[in-house]
């Protein structure tokens, strides 16, 4: 009893406090509504300074880990070579380029003369392809023994030809050279490439000084725009540079926009027509919208600020206004069923203040544990988590503000509205719907007349009133209570099974949308080109001071 006690006396302290803040905001709703938009319109003018972070690496790779001090350190040793003598495996930054993959449109046998000339006209024109600054390839490319490192090139050589007419092509070396990395989906006899359907070149690129990375990065651009002109009767081409992946996680963000903007206007129809109801007076369809209002006004006021304190934008950000439209309606509803239960008799800041009390700690509750929850992940020391987690937990506190001040300033202007006695969208007095307009027809009475809400019920819509009605006369009988137990156990059965099957993977192809040039690429080069990744390893020597009594004695180990 005494915790009883003590459970009562804190929830009406608590919700004495809401009740007096509803109090305040029911007597002044248009100051409080001002000063919430126009806060969350001047937080928004941060998004001038919004960045985007596109860099696959940096994104989902964990931040200061000890990969990248090594990498720091090597970078501080060895210095980029790729304009004299290039190996791609002594680079310590991620290697620029542009790849093409042929295949031919029929899967035959790419190793003929007619299949190699028809490729080679593809890479001459790559090759002689000139930038708006003057510059080709050949001014780009990486150098190795003064010649352009291009793998693949070595197809177009006189003595690969050779051989290939003699049918003494070997594999996986050429001499010294790997040709693994060149042929897929290979048929090998003996040692002796027979076939091969399918054939990459990687034009390397300069990255030795600022102005070559800028350049070579101007070619990757001017690559695409050349790869998309050209047509080839008999093969089929796919192209990819080094930041291709970067560039269509960035170019998905506009697709995002586009379903954003579709959601948002599903969830103003949806919420519009969960409060309609067919009476000019009583009607609340415009709180509904409200609500979807208040949401876009926190995500803005998130955006806002995040982009003025240098939080860089990421791909997965434009996951947050969907969820965060979620959190704003449930809260919307809550404060509505809310004022549906105040009592009709008070005035209408007291009527405010028994929303907040009712609806207030339940809406804050909810608010505080998203916001714990995401304020635990900003500590991720994943960069892409991190501004994710603060993003979006910041857009759930202002979605709560403007819930507690925006939205129960609309509550409170639209009690005003109906106390005074005025039509739902155009503000003029009704006439009552049970003296004048009884005899009027229906279409009439709907548009025209209303009806003083007497109780509870008169105040919800269809839609708000059917849970009540008949999910909870289901509910409490027990063959139902049975089969949502049974229903409950079967799900987390399914959801145990399906956590033992899961798996780490990292799939590209998940990354991109289906008609992009960079998911057919990729395809092609998982599928006949296993990536293989060289281990270095540095060895440095430290200076050991050893003292005795005697002399001081200098060692190197």
Known sequence: MACRDVYSRVEKAIGNVFARYGVFVGTYPWIVLVVSVLSCCLLGIGMIN??????????????????SKDRSTIRSLFGDHSGSNFYSYSLTEDNLYGSVIFQSKDSANLLTLAYIQEMNTIRDQIWSNVLGNGMNYSQLCAVRSSTCVVDGDIVFTNDFKQLLQNNNITYPMIGSTSVESVFGDVVVQNGILQSAKVLKLVFNLRQDSQQFVDNSKLWETDFLSKMEQIRSSTLDVAYAHSSSLDEELSANISGDIVFVSLTFTLMIVYATFVAIKCDCLIDRQHLGRAGVLATCLGILAAFGIGSACGVEFVSIVGVMPFLILGIGIDDMFILMSGLAEAPLDRSIPERVGETMRISGVSITITSLTDILAFGIGASSNFLGVRNFCIYTGTAVLFCYINFVTFFIACIAINERRVVSNRHSWLCCKIIPMKTEMINESPLRRCCCGGTDPSQVEDQRSVLESIPGKVIAQFVSRKPFKLFILLG???????????????????????????????????????QYFPQRVPVSFVFFRKLLIILNPKQQVRSTS
């Open 50 to 67: 919004l960045t985007s972070e596109s860099d696959v690496e940096k994104v989902y790779t964990p931040i200061d880990s000890q990969a």
């Open 488 to 526: 409950f156990a079967a799900y987390l059965g399914i959801a145990i099974w399906g956590a033992t099957n899961f798996r780490q993977d990292f799939d590209r192809t998940n990354l991109v949308t289906d008609d992009s040039y960079y998911f057919q690429y990729i395809t092609i080069d998982q």
